[in-house]
């Protein structure tokens, strides 16, 4: 049975609010460490830790408030100037904070949680009593100097245990005003969006492994009682939630109102019309009636789309921290900048591009950023610089991720990926620059010649890679040797409605997303050059491959196509010929969840009420090998008899 029966709403709403509450605080304590003396973080971070405990009293978490009543001690002498913050107690708080996060999982659990790993309950309990130099050994790296060994654990006279720390019992006041017993209450935390268990044991799983809990324990001892079915049904619920501005959702009342009244109106007309009445003024009103609901539906559209829109400064908020512990890991002086943490990115994307980011800015601090040392010897700051930036341009958002390091060489990775038989040399040989550096998103591919717990297994830039295609996404890379390296994200401003190139095949229709087409061109038959037993077409001195749509679908080819489209993707440009085109749209995306034929992201309607598929051509070009056998046509043929 649950530790928390007949209570996971309060349970829930405290790991939601506490939880971006002690996002704050990490972001606080990094901007701390470059400033100890600034009163105002002070403040913030103990009355951060003040709220989390408040907040665990209520819950009984007596573990969890006993590990915050330390730190907010901590921080009580350091805000009355009775102790200054120094490398060894930032580790002990960081330490702490990891803490306090283990036990939000274990409380997303549903279980109360365990003591804090004894190494950090003894540093912090060292520090109160004028240690200045104890460090929790979890949080000491290999290549870092040995710390000084905590003392046993010694408790202070302000720390007792907590019980005695948890505050007044406010159930025992109200039962003595009231005569009854206290209802559940909500605790007292700081507001902040919406994160739920699922995403902070997704956070917890990309902090760095060293310093992670352990315990002596045989695992079946130590492991964790199976959450309640309603305490896990709540949890998945409420990973599609969001919240959103009341501005925003009186806007759509109001065009919903504007709507009905229009509905009124075109009610009335119909009316009129059935009764005979199609004089000219009549008709007029009916053309601005509709006229008018076409602008109030197109505006309704616009108003729902911005409700799922988020600030990604949501998900750019961890990653401070994050730097920072690996950065000291490593021995590096590495600041993480953030820039436009206030564009909105689609609420789906958010959570897809946690993994992308967490891995390039692991490896700009790993591979791309040099140790102080030979920073200086090449003329530069000790301290390296890696900026993390949004912004939206026209319909997409750019995600940059830029450092100041040693940069990548071309011609070294081509060797790495010849040495591990990734691709030939012959195939090296054919590779410009653009193409080497892509390299890099290879599966298996690492220039490490040794894997450590960071990196080096030839997996996280793959990641990258994958999890941007599948948010209809690119990513550029730019790098010059000893200057530094830039990953660029391009992607869709949002998922639900993606503009389309209509194309005709015969008389069907196909939608092709226009973030892959640069251009419109005709095919000339007397042209067209054969390179290799492949068509292709020479456009302002490029030579590409011509690929008919009817054959990576798997249609016969009854006619000489007239249109070619230029399409580009990460990996390749190439000409799609068709036989025509019907115009561009904006496709309302509907998924297809019975049944996805290979090569299809999902269906829209079209004006005259037609449906039509939307190709996923990446999927499509992935094997031009296989898209003219059977199954892959009757796969199509299927797609296309359902959709009429």
């Known amino acids: 049975m649950s530790d928390f029966a007949g209570m996971e709403d309060l349970l829930q709403d405290f790991l939601q609010e506490a939880s971006d509450l002690l996002s704050d605080v990490d972001n606080k304590l990094v901007d701390l460490e470059k400033t100890p003396d600034d009163r105002r973080l002070l403040n913030d971070i103990f009355r951060g830790f003040h709220t989390i405990k408040g907040g665990a009293g209520f819950l009984n978490a007596g573990e969890l408030v006993t590990l915050c009543h330390l730190t907010e001690n901590l921080f009580d002498k350091f805000r009355n100037g009775e102790m200054t913050l120094t490398l060894e107690l930032m580790d002990t708080i960081m330490a702490a904070t990891k803490g306090v996060r283990d036990m939000f999982n274990e409380l997303g659990q549903a279980v109360q949680p365990r003591s804090a790993p004894p190494e950090v309950l003894a ?6 009593e004028g240690d200045l130099h104890a460090t929790p050994a979890a949080v000491v790296v290999p290549s870092a100097p040995a710390a000084v060994a905590a003392p046993a654990p010694v408790a202070p006279p302000a720390v007792a245990t907590s019980a005695d720390v948890a505050g007044p019992d406010w159930q025992a006041l ?4 009231t005569g009854q017993p206290a209802p559940a209450a909500v605790p007292a935390v700081a507001q902040g969006e919406v ?8 956070e917890e799983a990309h902090f760095p492994p060293e310093g992670r809990r352990t315990t002596d324990q045989p695992a079946a001892a130590v492991a964790a009682p199976a959450p309640g079915r309603r305490v896990e049904e709540r949890a998945a619920a409420r990973e599609s939630t969001i919240r959103v501005d009341t501005s925003r959702l009186d806007q759509v009342l109001n065009l919903s109102g504007e709507i009905g009244l229009t509905k009124n109106r075109l009610t009335s007309l119909r009316a009129d019309i ?6 000219t003024e009549t008709l007029h009103a009916l053309d601005q009636a509709v006229s008018q609901l076409d602008l109030l539906v197109s505006d309704l559209q616009n108003s729902v789309m911005k409700t799922r829109m988020q600030p990604i400064g949501r998900l750019f908020q961890k990653y401070p921290r994050i730097a920072r512990d690996l950065a000291r890991q ?3 002086d590495v600041e993480l900048t953030l820039v436009g943490e206030e564009t909105e990115v689609d609420k789906t994307m958010i959570e897809d591009l946690a993994d992308p980011l967490i891995h390039l800015i692991r490896n700009a601090v790993d591979h791309g950023v040099e140790l102080p040392h030979e920073r200086q010897a090449a003329g530069k700051p000790a301290k390296s610089i890696v900026r993390l930036e949004a912004r939206q341009e026209g319909d997409h958002i750019v995600l940059i991720i830029a450092d100041d390091g040693r940069g990548m060489s071309a011609e070294r990775i081509r060797a790495k990926a010849i040495e591990k038989n990734i691709i030939s040399e012959e195939e090296a040989n054919t ?5 080497s550096l892509n390299l890099i998103f290879l599966p298996g591919f690492s220039t490490m010649a040794q894997a450590s717990a960071v990196s080096g297994r030839g997996v996280g830039m793959d990641v990258v890679k994958t999890n941007i295609q599948k948010l209809n996404g690119s990513v550029e890379i730019r790098s010059e040797p000893g200057k530094g390296s830039v990953f660029i994200i391009s992607l869709p401003l949002t998922l639900a409605i993606l503009p389309v190139l209509l194309v005709l095949l015969g008389d069907q229709p196909f939608a092709l997303p226009l973030s892959m087409v640069r251009e419109i061109l005709p095919i000339e038959k007397e042209k067209m ?3 290799g037993g492949k068509e292709t077409l020479v456009v302002r001195g490029e030579i590409l491959p011509v690929i008919a749509l009817s054959r990576l679908l798997g249609w016969p080819q009854l006619q000489h196509p007239e249109y070619g489209v230029l399409m580009q993707t990460s990996e390749r440009s190439f000409i799609l010929s068709v036989d025509s085109f019907a115009g561009r749209d904006d496709a309302v995306i509907k998924s297809l969840d019975d049944f996805r034929p290979r090569g299809v992201a999902g269906v829209t309607t079209l004006s005259n009420g037609q449906i039509v598929l939307i190709l996923d051509m990446k999927e499509l070009l992935s094997d031009l090998s296989s898209v003219i056998d059977t199954d892959s046509r009757s796969g199509y043929a299927r797609a296309l008899e359902h959709s009429s």
């Open 123 to 128: 540093a912090l309990r060292a520090a109160l």
């Open 195 to 202: 994160i739920t268990a699922a995403e902070l044991a997704h």
């Open 529 to 531: 050059q054969e390179v």
């Open 174 to 177: 109200h039962g003595a005003v």
């Open 274 to 279: 059935l009764a005979g009445k199609t004089d």
């Open 330 to 332: 490593l021995g590096k």
């Open 431 to 435: 590779l410009d620059e653009r193409q």
